[in-house]
């Protein structure tokens, strides 16, 4: 059995170990969705040349190097725009649950979120039926009224109870089954 290859293999794992950190989840609708207007960097670089000719002469350069990178697309103030309309739409979507739990307001975690859903006021469905009953059920029903003889699975709401079957009380005691014949 080869010992070092264990040992290397233990310790390549415990180096990876030190140097990975894990991969947490994030909010996708709270990011910039990859926008990046441009980017700058500054670099150094020096090369040393060797000749190797009658006279071995070294010659050695130094560069100072700036580098813009300007990325096709939408222009940068537009996609910041629309990266403040996404969030903002999640909040509006949000703040209706946010403002209508006051523990969240003591809360000193949540202070960033309370302060950004103060004074927004989700705007309510009015669409729903007043007896708060869907509009499936309401077309239900009708169909129902239009065709009594129709059994419908969960029929509870209309018609006469076509079943004969009774419950029967808590203290009833249930006959015994039959014994099998054993042949």
Not at 56 to 73: A, I, P, V
């Amino acid at each position: 059995m080869n010992y070092y290859f264990t040992g290397l293999l233990i310790l390549a794992m415990t180096i990876l170990a030190l140097f990975v950190e894990p991969a947490y989840p994030r909010n996708e609708y709270l990011n910039d969705y990859g926008v990046r207007c441009g980017e700058m960097e500054v670099s150094t670089e020096r090369r040393d040349t060797d000749y190797n000719y009658s006279d071995s002469n070294t010659h050695e350069d130094q560069y100072l190097r700036f580098t813009y990178r300007k990325y096709l697309g939408t222009d940068c103030k537009t996609a910041k725009e629309n990266v403040a309309i996404k969030q903002q739409l999640e909040l509006m979507k949000m703040c209706g649950r946010v403002n209508s739990n006051p523990s969240l307001a003591n809360n000193s975690n949540f202070n960033l979120l309370v302060s950004k859903c103060r004074g927004v006021t989700p705007s309510r469905d009015n669409t729903r039926p007043s007896d708060s009953q869907s509009l499936w059920d309401d077309m239900k029903d009708d169909y129902k009224k239009d065709n009594p003889e129709i059994n419908l699975m969960g029929d509870k709401l209309i018609g006469p109870k076509k079943s004969k079957l009774k419950i029967p009380p808590k203290d009833y005691i249930l006959p015994l089954p039959k014994p099998k014949n054993e042949d």
